[in-house]
């Protein structure tokens, strides 16, 4: 089943097994850094909350707290002590927070994991000590846990559950946190004097400062590089844990016909396992058998008009926990980046259901199973290795809609000078068992191997990175024919210059980058880099890439203020400039922003932006799909927002958009509104609304080839779009919770002045184009859908979970065509046969 996930497996035991010990080689500890001492704990506290057990008295205390926002390395408003303790199995943490007004600390209800305007402490811990990886454990008044893994030195991962314990109290000195951590939580190298990386912080929500010991320079690069150490923890246990959660699923399930009609219900019984296994003290196996992800909110509706294929956020939990280990990362847009790993494509959506799929088709795909072996060794070299199988899925008359398909995945970095330089190797491949018919559709597999670096310098302020991957599909001739002619690679695109071979059988190519960033000292950032991927470059088996034949420029600066003044806290001022050809010299974008943001002494944020497009003589090569490039008209947009003061109890926030109008009459506006409800300290709801509003001149509308050749066609859109979000969550207990999500979606639009392309090079826009009647009208779209998950968490005990969800979809399209009318949308979609189902999934945590 996972011959990857065997062969690396028994590579890296292998290595673990005959390297000699080195915790200490990959590191070189500042002489400055702060170090707190751990005292062995011959009778365990009783974790309550309290300071009164054996240990906690004697224990060294940490007092030097500093405050690092927003004032850096101020003092602190109120004191805060800290002691550090350990045995056999756990490492265990005591912290005062001093407040000499208890009766205004702030503490909120709510589900593990999630961020409310309340008092929290805090817990880091780098136990590689590697100054690149680590845990967080943190805790508001109320009990609430948060946790996270890290890595990359500034990544944090909340995805990361772990097993562990902290008991909370308010008294007349302020508030205590007591965490009892277990050691099998952790991964680190065996040996007899344990250093670990430790800090600790602390929020104050009503007056927003955060304090730290020791004290963390937002100024300076990176998060787990900053934390101090805490020493004394000799001859520390190494456990080797084994973790089974095994867990049952009942589902009743909604059938629906082909027209959309109610055709009975079903039920269904499938169980499964996770499981978890530290092969080594700093290697662990996480595997996950028949996996049902119920319980996972749905994805938001989209209605995509673009030739790219839509970016969905990866939301689940055997995917999201140490997910950063695996990043290779290609492109990043806004904090989103994708790169050589989606996860999303395991499990996808059947690829084949247009052929031969109806409303009975499964809308994703089983995994069969999964298994990952993640840790990082004494010498510094970290381990990613994933391997995954999913099944077929066959349509209504057995035609595969998906084939049997195998994924591997499989990422090392390896550290150099205490982490401040890194090189790193990527592959992933997949390989599908093709039948008759999806031979011709669907490439047979598809192999990417990457190289990356990184390098900093100059007192860690500066840093040069860059990458060098390269990619292998193979196919069919109509699968390898079907790639070259998506909107990834356009190859059969008249004056492409590239080689549209529909007899190839194989298909590869690279793509580089190397980049230069300023990333801390001063108030001054920049990033700049150079990248080119080739024609042929192909990932979207296991990664995801929306465009091949590219060579880009980008640069950014941006200048931070954060020292607090007499009106604003923090701000930020950054200029961006972009510009792409393709790899025959085609110029395909020219432009570049400005934007803003301010938080002002009232905790209010203001932002604003403005961005020019298509600047200079710059060519659409894709819009055609496959037909001619045309040249972009130059186009600005605009956008402004405000967030109010996250702590009251009814805090909005709007933001505004609006692209100008260009020589075709394109232009559209849209509005963003989120307002936070804190209704009581146990519930909170969030409702967030849009509205978008647009006429694009040049929205294609098709491709139809006759005699005469292929007709590429465009014509005017006028569409309307708007949306609801609401989440509701109420918490009963820290570990029982009732979380409701609900989104209803409408848009619609009409086509007019249906045009082909006649003269692609015209000077002037009207005469590109002439008219197209040959298909009738041009029709026009009314998509509405609705989605919704509502789901009780019952963390039973530790580890130990208990789910019940019922979700609802409901989608109507094709109803009055071209035409918005909110209240009679509104009421079409709610007559629409509903989509239920209720889950009952149950897991039961065991460990040894």
Request: hydrophobic fraction near 35%; charged fraction near 20%; proline fraction near 5%.
């Amino acid at each position: 089943m996972f011959p990857t996930f065997l062969l690396a497996f028994q590579a890296v035991t292998a290595v673990e097994a005959t390297t000699p010990a080195r915790p200490r080689a990959a590191v070189v500890a500042e002489p400055s850094a702060a170090r707190a001492t751990a005292s062995l704990a011959t009778t365990p506290p009783v974790i309550d909350g309290r300071d009164d057990d054996a240990v906690w008295r004697t224990a060294a205390p940490i007092t030097a707290f500093r405050q690092f926002d927003p004032v850096e390395d101020g003092e602190p408003p109120m004191a805060t002590e800290a002691k550090v303790a350990y045995d056999e199995k756990y490492l265990y943490v005591f912290v005062r927070a001093f407040d000499p007004h208890p009766d205004s600390i702030r503490s909120y209800l709510s589900r593990r994991d999630t961020h409310t305007p309340s008092d929290q402490i805090k817990v880091m811990i780098d136990s590689y000590h590697d100054r690149r990886t680590g845990y967080e454990f943190a805790v508001n008044p109320a009990g609430v846990k948060r946790d996270y893994s890290m890595d990359g030195d500034a990544n944090e991962d909340d995805s990361w559950d772990g097993v562990w314990d902290v008991a909370t109290r308010i008294d007349d000195k302020g508030w205590t946190a007591e965490f009892r951590i277990p050691l099998s939580q952790m991964r680190y190298a065996k040996s007899p004097d344990q250093v670990f990386g430790f800090a600790i912080w602390r929020d104050i929500a009503r007056t927003n400062v955060r304090v730290s010991w020791p004290v963390y320079r937002r100024t300076k690069t990176g998060l787990v590089s900053q934390l101090g150490e805490v020493t004394g923890l000799d001859q520390l246990g190494a456990p080797r844990r084994l973790e089974v959660t095994p867990y049952t699923v009942a589902k009743d399930l909604t059938n629906i016909r082909n027209d959309g009609t109610f055709a009975g219900r079903a039920q269904k019984m499938t169980g499964g396992a996770d499981i978890k296994y530290g092969v080594t003290s700093n290697l662990t196996v996480d595997a996950t058998i028949n996996p049902d992800f119920g319980q996972v909110e749905a994805d938001p509706s989209v209605l995509n008009l673009t030739s790219f294929e839509q970016y969905y956020q990866e939301r689940r939990p055997f995917f999201l926990e140490g997910a950063g280990i695996f990043r290779y990362d290609l492109d990043c847009n806004d904090g989103q980046c994708t790169g050589l790993f989606y996860s999303r494509r395991i499990g996808r959506a059947p690829q084949l259901s247009y052929l031969y799929g109806d409303a009975s088709t499964k809308q994703s795909t089983n995994i069969i199973a999964a298994a990952k072996l993640t840790g990082r060794l004494a010498n510094g070299l970290s381990i990613g290795v994933l391997d995954a199988a999913t099944e077929q899925v066959k349509g209504p008359n057995g035609e595969t809609v998906e084939p049997q398909t195998n994924y591997a995945v499989a990422r090392l970095n390896k550290d150099f000078r205490g982490g401040n330089s890194v090189i790193g190797l990527m592959f992933t491949g997949v390989n599908r068992q093709l039948d008759r018919w999806s031979q011709d559709s669907l490439r047979r597999s598809g192999y990417v191997l990457g190289l990356d670096g990184r390098h900093r310098f100059a007192g860690n302020n500066y840093e040069v990175s860059g990458y060098l991957a390269e990619s292998y599909v193979e196919g069919s001739a109509s699968s390898i024919a079907s790639t070259e002619a998506s909107s990834v690679h356009n190859f059969q695109r008249p004056g492409s210059g590239l080689d549209f071979d529909t007899t190839r059988t194989s298909l590869g190519g690279y793509t580089a980058q190397l980049a230069l960033a300023k990333t801390g000292g001063g108030i001054v950032r920049f990033f700049t880099s150079l990248k080119r991927t080739s024609p042929g470059f192909e990932i979207n088996d296991a990664g995801f890439q929306t465009r091949a034949d590219a060579q880009n420029w980008s640069g950014w600066m941006g200048l931070q203020y954060n020292e607090p003044t007499s009106w604003y806290l923090k701000a930020r001022v950054n200029f961006n400039g972009w510009s792409q050809w393709s790899t025959n010299g085609l110029n395909t974008d020219l432009g570049g922003n400005i934007n803003a943001h301010v938080q002002l002494n009232n905790q209010w944020w203001l932002h604003a932006g403005y961005n020019v497009f298509n600047m200079g003589h710059t060519w659409d090569d894709r819009g055609a799909r496959g037909g001619p490039a045309m040249p972009w008209l130059p186009t600005a947009a605009a956008w402004a927002g405000v967030e109010t003061d996250q702590r009251w109890a009814v805090s909005p926030g709007i933001f505004f958009n609006a692209r100008m109008k260009d020589a075709a009459g394109t232009w559209s506006y849209g509005i963003d509104q989120q307002t936070t409800l804190r209704l009581s300290s146990r519930m909170q709801a969030v409702v967030g609304g849009s509205f978008f509003r647009q006429a694009n001149d040049a929205q294609w509308n098709g491709n139809f080839a006759d005699a005469t050749g292929t007709h590429y066609t465009f014509a005017h859109l006028e569409q309307t779009l708007t949306s609801l979000t609401t989440r509701l969550d109420f918490t009963a207990t820290p570990t029982l919770s009732l979380q409701l999500y609900a989104s209803p979606f409408i848009t619609s639009g009409q086509y007019t002045n249906w045009r082909e392309i006649a003269d692609p090079n015209a000077a002037r826009y009207e005469d590109r184009y002439r008219p197209f009647t040959s298909q009738g009208d041009p029709g026009g779209f009314n998509f509405k859908q609705f989605r919704s998950n509502t789901v009780i968490r019952w963390e039973y005990r530790p580890g130990s979970t208990l789910f019940i969800v019922w979700t609802q979809g409901r989608t109507q399209d094709g109803v009055d065509v071209g035409t918005f009318q909110f209240n009679r949308d509104a009421q079409n979609l709610f007559r629409a046969v509903p989509d239920n189902s209720l889950l009952i999934k149950s897991s039961y945590w065991f460990n040894w």
